[in-house]
């Protein structure tokens, strides 16, 4: 694939004005009212791929935002891939924190600036283009699908259900994923574990109505107090998870997994340094890269209740809230978490308040094994872009539908990712270096060709 780089510097800034194009459109999954940005964002999408030069492309329904299916099938004795991404976004706010507009990219520095500028356009566009690429100088050699999704950042409620009904459709052999990270830059990286997820909204009452907290104050329970004291009884003074069974289902690592884990090069200082923290925190036992990569842990994502205006309010208030999340490991059940959660939160609630829990969503923990097929493909493909072998990571993040892919579809996932922590992705000012977003083309062709010679 000499010409490969060539193509790349050619075609340079169409492909990064077809980028912008994708990201100027605000498709929030979880807004109601950027439905039609849904639609239009699909629109692109399946405009990208019938020019990218796939026979088909066609927006299908689901029960909730819309997916692009489109394919280009050569031959049914060879490889299938089915490339999924997913082409919505998180909200951008806090908007007055972003030094341009979210959905107004931008190149500065060497990286685009936008909200989806990593997660995942700009990681789901590469494909597009590594695919226009392999079709226009006639060096595809395997069937590619592909599947773009709207309801990812909202835990793909819709997805199960489109697998179910069209496993015909999305038969494969692998499926290819960017919507994960790299080390650094210079350290090819491949993802094998992804982590589950649980999410919860409690809600804790107290008394009927506000209360003036000096009449009632010191008499009647504060729901905010109440949860406030639940939520750290939660995990322990050595991290950890207080709930009973929580731990029952997790795979023990073996020693030399772990040993080999603590070789993937990682600056505790430098870390740090990113976040601006002095001291990390976790379970005692455990690294960082393990705390997050085969340990389960458990956050407040979100606590209110009470007055929160300007100025002072004496009030003693009737309702307290909170949005939890569990991250899970293998072999962990989500909803059997989720069940065991809610449970013992409700049990441990004093009869001073009433207690609800409710479940959102939630999804299975992944793991590739680095013996796949599939796998060894990708990894020669980095190795041949960055002259190095890929070094295996379990990320602490999920992408809860990969798990039911393999559930239902039967198929595994290889998850080569080419975001930096450093893109901030969900936050202010996510971006996506140049440097990146071009090695990931650059590499994603030679994962085809490899895979493509592995016989079937
Ligand atoms: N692309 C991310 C997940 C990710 C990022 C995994 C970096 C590994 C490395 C994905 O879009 C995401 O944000 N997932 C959500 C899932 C949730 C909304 C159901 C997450 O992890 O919070
Ligand atoms: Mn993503
Ligand atoms: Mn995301």
Redesign the pocket.
């Given at each position: 694939m000499q010409d490969l780089k060539q193509y790349i510097e050619d075609n340079k800034d169409r492909f990064l004005e077809e980028l912008f194009g994708l990201i100027r459109i605000p498709s929030i999954s979880s807004k109601p009212e950027h439905k039609d940005d849904m639609y239009k964002c699909a629109e692109q999408w399946k405009q990208l791929l019938l020019d990218g030069g796939a026979d088909k492309a066609v927006i299908m329904e689901t029960e909730g935002n819309p997916v692009v299916y489109g394919e280009k099938i050569l031959d049914p004795s060879y490889q299938t891939v089915l490339v999924y991404a997913?082409y919505d976004v998180?909200p951008a706010e806090p908007l007055e924190l972003w030094k341009s507009p979210p959905f107004e990219p931008e190149v500065r520095d060497g990286k685009i600036y936008a909200r989806g500028a990593d997660?995942?356009k700009g990681q789901g566009f590469m494909h597009t283009k590594a695919f226009e690429y392999l079709v226009k100088t006639n060096q595809l050699k395997c069937n590619v699908k592909f599947l773009i999704e709207g309801e990812?950042?909202?835990?793909?409620p819709s997805l199960p259900k489109f697998c179910e009904d069209n496993k015909e459709l999305l038969k494969s052999d692998v499926i290819l994923v960017s919507?994960?990270?790299m080390i650094a830059p210079d350290v090819p990286t491949i993802?094998t574990g992804?982590r589950g997820?649980c999410?919860w909204e409690v809600e804790v009452t107290g008394p009927n109505r506000d209360l003036h907290s000096g009449l009632f104050g010191g008499a009647v329970a504060n729901p905010i107090n109440v949860l406030a004291k639940m939520i750290t009884q939660m995990v322990d003074e050595n991290g950890s998870i207080t709930v009973p069974g929580f731990y029952d289902d997790v795979i023990k690592v073996s020693d030399d997994e772990r040993a080999m884990m603590a070789k993937a090069p990682f600056s505790e200082e430098e870390y740090k340094k990113a976040l601006d923290v002095e001291e990390l925190a976790g379970e005692k036992g455990y690294s960082t890269n393990e705390r997050t990569g085969i340990r389960p842990s458990f956050d407040i994502c979100g606590i209110w209740g009470g007055y929160t205006g300007e100025g002072a309010k004496t009030v003693l208030p009737s309702e307290a809230y909170a949005k939890i999340?569990s991250r899970l490991v293998p072999d962990q059940d989500h909803l059997k978490i989720a069940d065991l959660f809610s449970k013992h939160f409700e049990s441990i609630a004093p009869k001073s308040v009433k207690v609800k829990v409710k479940h959102l969503?939630g999804?299975q923990a992944y793991g590739c094994p680095i013996d796949l097929p599939a796998y060894q493909a990708a990894e020669k493909a980095c190795e041949e872009v960055y002259g190095a072998r890929p070094v295996p990571v379990r990320?602490?993040?999920?992408?809860?539908i990969i798990s039911t892919f393999e559930q239902i579809l039967g198929v595994k996932s290889v998850l080569m990712?080419f975001?930096l922590e450093a893109d901030a992705?969900?936050s202010p000012n996510e971006n996506f270096p140049l440097e990146q977003f071009f090695n990931g083309i650059n590499t994603i062709p030679y994962f085809y060709k490899y895979f493509s010679e592995m016989e079937k």
């Open positions: 997913h998180q997660d995942d990812e950042e909202v835990g793909s919507d994960t990270g993802t992804l997820l999410f999340s969503h999804g990320s602490g993040g999920s992408i809860p990712g975001g992705i969900h």
